[in-house]
């Protein structure tokens, strides 16, 4: 590790949609910025025009957001940093930037999902690339990218075992029209963040179908079961499902067509195959990936999430989306 000699700003890692919205975000309270990305032509771009035309167009970049494309730089510059790249890019990530973090440094990200192989959440390969002695954190709830960046009403949650690391990133990122709230509770934010992708689809499915809106509720109360259970298995707190990075991230994931989880949902049911469907979407689809690796740990676990597992069915062996539906009605009756 490196010596950080002086106080430094936030540094941002990954460009995307919701990069570009965070860093956005911390530049309201006039706090200098630092944003890096991969594709450096894009990040070229990015620094010229001042706006993410690819990621979140229309929004201008404030003054104080610096456009970086040195990655071992940005690392070795800045005590905190806030890793914004698709579960898939996650560890990948964090072991490229430890050989330079600085002494002292504190890595936050807002990366949803398990790990596809391993199914390891987020915070579980932190501590297999960082070890235990790095501060960390997670931001998670129901937020959309576009509506964080035009300024828009929000609340998300901050989760630390380090309730001061936890207090200090809230409070940078609470400004204007944004707030963020505190917990300890890490895997239930990250168990929720994570499944919520899955049912997502489950709901596109569902409206894609002409199910309904009875449907759609019916599928969203019992996947919050399905979430809850899975994640006090993994040691996370019930109450925290009931929150913003449970309940909430799950409601606006089911329901708005920002959603790329719903969308990609709508698009199966109208006879899309994965590949098509992902591929007209554009973005990283999480839950399509996520699916996989919920299965996984829930069967390690031996826990029943039928609707999970219909999602995993209808995209891993091609199970037909009303068939799929049928199977979770055709279930045996029980206690709720």
Not at 177 to 187: G, L, M
Not at 229 to 238: D, F, I, T
Not at 302 to 313: A, H, K, R, S, T
Request: aromatic fraction near 6%.
């Amino acid at each position: 590790m490196t010596t950080l000699a002086t106080p430094s700003p936030i540094a941002v890692l990954g460009a995307g949609s919701w990069g570009t919205a965070l860093a956005v975000q911390l530049a309201r309270s006039g706090q200098p910025v630092s944003l890096w990305g991969r594709n450096t032509p894009e990040l070229r771009e990015l620094g010229a025009e001042r706006t993410n035309r690819r990621y979140l167009p229309g929004v201008a970049l404030p003054d104080c957001v610096r456009i970086d494309p040195d990655l071992n730089a940005v690392v070795r510059g800045h005590r905190d940093l806030l890793v914004c790249v698709p579960s898939h890019a996650f560890r990948a990530t964090l072991a490229r930037i430890f050989p330079d973090l600085a002494q002292g440094a504190r890595v936050a990200w807002a990366t949803k999902g398990f790990e596809r192989d391993s199914g390891l959440l987020p915070h579980e390969v932190a501590a297999e690339e960082f070890g235990r002695d790095v501060p960390v954190a997670v931001l998670s709830g129901p937020t959309f990218a576009k509506e964080v960046g035009a300024g828009l009403p929000t609340a998300m949650t901050v989760a630390a075992s380090d309730p001061g690391f936890a207090a200090e990133l809230a409070t940078r990122l609470s400004h204007h029209s944004f707030r963020a709230y505190t917990s300890s509770d890490i895997v239930g934010v990250e168990v929720g963040g994570a499944v919520k992708n899955v049912l997502a689809i489950a709901a596109g499915i569902s409206d894609g179908l002409g199910f309904g809106a009875n449907t759609r509720i019916a599928l969203i109360t019992r996947g919050l079961a399905e979430m809850t259970a899975l994640g006090v298995a993994l040691g996370a707190r019930a109450v925290t499902f009931m929150g913003l990075s449970g309940m909430g991230d799950l409601v606006l994931t089911c329901t708005d067509d920002q959603s790329r989880n719903r969308r990609f949902g709508l698009a199966l049911a109208r006879g899309k195959s994965a590949a098509d469907a992902a591929r007209d979407i554009g973005q990283v689809v999480e839950g399509q990936f996520a699916a996989t690796a919920v299965r996984t740990v829930a069967r390690r676990l031996n826990l029943e999430m039928p609707i999970c597992e219909q999602v995993y069915l209808v995209l891993k062996e091609n199970l037909p989306p009303r068939d799929a539906a049928m199977a979770l009605l055709a279930r045996g009756l029980g206690p709720e």
